[in-house]
């Protein structure tokens, strides 16, 4: 059996083609969706994504702000800028690219992020209304994850679902999300025992755990749909540097029914599911309301 690869790329170019489809009816109301992005510091891998990330929002129609500060700015000079940004309309989404400089005091600057423009999703109201099924911003990887296990399962009621990791920003909404979606949830950590009869059993499984080769390939349950999130930097056997998700993937294919690749797979829907954070904090203010009125997901089959 060789498994379905869930191209990754192509699904996100179709949500940031309807991000864009409701950018173009906003404009038509006067609104232009503006995400203003905080790059602190100096770090090569944060440019990148912050450069990927502006690219994708201003190709899509949304007015990019751009906050660029120095390795040595302070948690003072940085919440004094969270709250112009909360207090300016034309910005919709905040977005601060981490990890800050050490010695900021990061949870206190998203702590001081407006719940309604955290399109990262990561405040503790909007973590707080995942946990209790309440519409709000929902993280951007998981909401990546939902969207490509829903592109090749229609069905998720029922299914048993594991989650390989907790960690606030994946493993943790991830499993919130499957269950809102009726599945059978296990989340599985450092301390879980015997994480091969564990995932012997998954039909859906999403590895969250920043580990080569953390879960084999004759692991996975025959059929099921694997959701690789890791991004794992390692050299192979000629010393040339290559990137490689958490799950064995040549060995994986072999018993998954679909899977997604690294790179490729999530990575690019985490990007788009930013875009569409962003679009729906705009709606929201332009109704009025301070949480979108349906969950993020509901209108995102494909
Ligand atoms: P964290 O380090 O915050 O969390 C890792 C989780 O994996 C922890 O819950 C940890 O358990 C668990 N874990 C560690 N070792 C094992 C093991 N041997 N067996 C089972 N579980 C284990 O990482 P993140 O959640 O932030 O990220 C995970 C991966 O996803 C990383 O590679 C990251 O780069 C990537 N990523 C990719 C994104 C994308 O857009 N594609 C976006 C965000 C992250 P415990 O809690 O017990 O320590």
Redesign the pocket.
């Known amino acids: 059996m060789s498994a379905t690869i869930i191209d990754g790329r192509a699904v996100a170019e179709r949500v940031r083609a309807q991000v864009a489809t409701r950018v173009a009816e906003l404009a038509r109301q006067g609104v232009t969706p503006g995400l203003a992005v905080v790059l602190a510091g100096d770090d090569p891998a944060s440019d990148i994504y912050v450069r990927s990330k502006t690219r994708h929002a201003e190709a899509a129609g949304l007015r990019v702000f751009d906050h660029r500060l120095p390795a040595s700015v302070d948690t003072g000079r940085l919440l004094a800028l969270i709250q112009r940004l909360n207090a300016d309309p034309q910005v919709h989404g905040i977005l601060v690219q981490l990890p800050l400089p050490p010695g900021v005091a990061s949870k206190a600057v998203l702590a001081a992020i407006d719940p309604a423009k955290d399109v990262d999703g990561f405040h503790v109201v909007n973590a707080g209304r995942l946990a209790l099924g309440d519409p709000g911003i929902v993280p951007?990887?998981p909401l990546?994850c939902l969207i490509l296990i829903r592109s090749v399962l229609r069905e998720l009621a029922g299914r048993r679902a594991l989650v390989?990791?907790?960690?606030?920003?994946?493993?943790r909404p991830m499993a919130q999300l499957l269950l809102h979606n009726d599945c059978t949830v296990t989340v599985?950590?450092?301390?879980?025992r015997d994480?091969p009869a564990i995932c012997a059993e998954a039909e859906i499984l999403v590895a969250?755990?920043?580990?080569p080769h953390?879960i084999a390939g004759d692991w996975i349950r025959p059929g099921a749909v694997v959701i690789d999130?890791?991004?794992?930097r390692i050299e192979d056997a000629q010393g040339k540097s290559r990137v490689v998700?958490?799950v064995d993937y040549p060995a994986a294919l072999e018993h998954a029914g679909a899977i997604t690749p690294?790179p490729g797979?999530?990575?690019p829907?985490?990007?788009a599911c930013l875009l569409v954070n962003t679009v729906n904090a705009a709606i929201c203010a332009a109704c009025g309301t301070d949480a979108p009125l349906v969950r993020p997901e509901a209108s995102l089959d494909h």
């Open positions: 951007c990887t990546g390989v990791g907790r960690s606030n920003i994946v493993g599985a950590h450092s301390r879980t994480l969250a755990v920043g580990k953390a999130v890791g991004i794992n998700g958490d690294v797979g999530v990575g829907m985490t990007i």
